[in-house]
């Protein structure tokens, strides 16, 4: 508080006209932070940051964010970066300010055609991270309109490509990126799971999965419901794919454009090859047991209404 004339007195700056409380308290914490740098709030620097903020995507913000999560243990790193890799898949190319309500509303139908409520809303609850992370004021994903849908939806958005799709795919693909292809196309992994595998769990007809998510993650995938490409190749040392999840995400979606089909993602893979494995007759619980899910009742609410393509 200054002195003058050796007394004390309250400086009152107008900050703006506000339609909620929430954006006037906003703007105060941003006041309050700019007395504490030294500067006098100045509401024309807003503007100026806001137009800046406009040409940031979100999958600059996304990345930015999950690098500053210095806070979090290695496998929470790990299942945040999953999130944040299907955001940046489905909204990755917009603007922060290109985010509204309705954009979050449509992404959040689309989850909901695909996981079950639960998972949606972790989905939803990165995103709001994100935004918050970017200053987006408000936050679009916080927007009250913004909803969860109730009960359990079917999995109508799972996208499975064709034989010849795939070839095309892996044509466009460089080697060690088509390896990793074939390999979750033949087993189901999840990318993570592949990425990690190491040659010392590798034998001749089986591969020893050392999952995260779950006990039921850490498995043995063999070759009795599906043949395995990669246990043809000379053994080596250390971990048998050079390419992180990242890399090959990036890589897929380039190989769709050059190949001219849909965008698809290496979850895709492992939808293609539970609903081959469940419409060609394997038992619910013996693909359950192989993609490392906890009970076979996710395994038929997953795939037992998805059509394989031919």
């Not at 939806?153 to 010849?164: G, K, Y």
Request: net charge positive; proline share 5%; aromatic share 6%.
């Amino acid at each position: 508080m200054p002195l003058v004339d050796g007394e004390r007195f309250r400086a009152q700056l107008h900050l703006g006209v506000f339609r909620t409380e929430r954006e006037a308290r906003a703007r105060a914490r941003w006041a309050r932070e700019e007395w504490a740098e030294g500067r006098i709030p100045d509401p024309k620097r807003i503007v100026t940051t806001t137009i800046a903020a406009r040409r940031v995507t979100v999958s600059s913000v996304a990345r930015d964010w999950l690098t500053s999560r210095v806070d979090l243990a290695v496998a929470s790193i790990r299942q945040y970066r999953s999130r944040c890799d299907r955001i940046v898949d489905d909204l990755g190319s917009l603007s922060v300010e290109d985010v509204t309500p309705a954009v979050v509303r449509g992404w959040v139908a689309e989850l909901a055609g695909e996981f079950a409520p639960s998972t949606t809303g972790i989905y939803l609850h990165v995103l709001r991270l994100v935004l918050d992370h970017a200053g987006q004021e408000p936050n679009a994903a916080r927007h009250r309109s913004v909803k969860l849908p109730k009960g359990r939806t079917a999995n109508v958005r799972i996208r499975l490509p064709s034989s010849r799709e795939l070839a095309q795919i892996a044509a466009a693909l460089p080697a060690q990126h088509r390896r990793l292809l074939d390999f979750l196309e033949d087993t189901g992994l999840r990318i993570e799971e592949a990425c990690r595998l190491d040659w010392a769990d590798v034998e001749r007809e089986r591969v020893l999965v050392r999952g995260s998510k779950r006990t039921a993650s850490v498995r043995w995938v063999d070759t009795r419901l599906h043949p395995i490409r990669l246990l043809a190749d000379e053994p080596g040392e250390g971990l048998v794919f050079s390419v992180r999840g990242t890399s090959f995400r990036n890589a897929l979606a380039s190989a769709c454009v050059r190949a001219g089909t849909r965008h698809y993602s290496p979850h895709d893979l492992r939808h293609l090859h539970g609903s081959r494995l469940v419409h060609g007759g394997a038992s619910p619980a013996d693909v359950a047991a192989r993609l490392g899910h906890a009970n076979a009742a996710t395994t038929l609410r997953v795939y037992t209404h998805v059509i394989v393509p031919a």
